[in-house]
């Protein structure tokens, strides 16, 4: 069975940066992309960007080029996300979920975020 | 752009409920595949896939859910509402990277 297990609320000041893990078990990590999903309280999902470890490699929505770092550690099949310059903007609940196999990550269908960790709530707050 | 309607479904109990998706541009890929998902997302939980492909029930969705829909016009239809259904409800494009969300449709009972 495949589980994704994130880290712990956090809570952070302004202009500092957060950094999250998401934790795979049941799923040949190397196989697939994942990705991280933000959700501001009472708003919408916003695809953050992904982690493709097969390639070593990371693609990230426009609105967060610059100040995001998707990374992955094959050897414990763990990602993470970090976001720096964080305002109370981010204040939000961050998702990861298994994204697409990594040979077609740039389609998103059946194996795709059907997946999700528990979500990581991170408060910015002087 | 994903757009969504209606953005608030009250519902009653037992009855259908359908939410429409809309696309800017066509989502269907040159492998001939339309990569249009839904998602359900209850109070206080992660998101749940629900269909997948357009019409495709994701693992342990209920038969109640069914999605359809073609080029750049998608429903999701409930058959008769239960209780456990109260969330809000996003339609996603798998096409075009990167992928995108509608902005979710809030579905409560009446």
């Known amino acids: 069975q495949v589980r994704l297990v994130q880290s712990g609320a956090e809570v952070k000041k302004p202009g500092s940066s957060v950094k999250v893990s998401c934790k795979a078990s049941?799923?040949?990590?190397?196989?697939?992309?994942f990705f991280w999903v933000r959700q501001a309280p009472g708003h919408g999902l916003e695809w953050m960007g992904e982690?493709?470890?097969?390639?070593?490699?990371?693609n990230y929505a426009q609105q967060f080029q610059g100040r995001v770092r998707i990374t992955a550690d094959k050897s414990t099949s763990t990602a993470y996300m970090e976001l720096s310059s964080l305002t109370s903007e981010d204040t939000a609940m961050y998702y990861c979920?298994?994204?697409?196999?990594?040979?077609?990550?740039?389609?998103?269908?059946?194996?795709?975020?059907?997946?999700w960790g528990q979500g990581t709530l991170v408060t910015v707050s002087s | 752009v994903m757009t969504q309607s209606p953005l608030s479904l009250p519902v009653t109990l037992g009855q259908p409920a359908s939410i429409s998706c809309s696309s800017s541009?066509?989502?269907?890929?040159?492998?001939?595949?339309?990569?249009l998902s839904w998602f359900q997302q209850r109070p206080g939980q992660s998101p749940r896939r629900l269909i997948y492909?357009?019409?495709n029930w994701a693992s342990g969705v209920p038969d109640r859910f069914s999605g359809s829909g073609s080029g750049t016009d998608f429903t999701l239809r409930i058959s008769r509402v239960e209780a456990e259904d109260v969330g809000v409800y996003y339609c996603?494009?798998?096409?075009?990277?990167?992928?995108?969300f509608g902005p979710g449709t809030k579905v409560d009972i009446k």
């Open positions: 492909n357009v019409s």
């Open positions: 049941g799923v040949t990590f190397s196989t697939y992309a």
């Open positions: 979920a298994r994204g697409a196999p990594s040979g077609r990550y740039y389609l998103c269908g059946e194996d795709c975020f059907d997946y």
């Open positions: 982690i493709i470890p097969v390639y070593d490699t990371a």
């Open positions: 996603m494009q798998g096409t075009h990277w990167p992928f995108t």
């Open positions: 541009q066509s989502l269907v890929y040159t492998d001939g595949n339309t990569y």
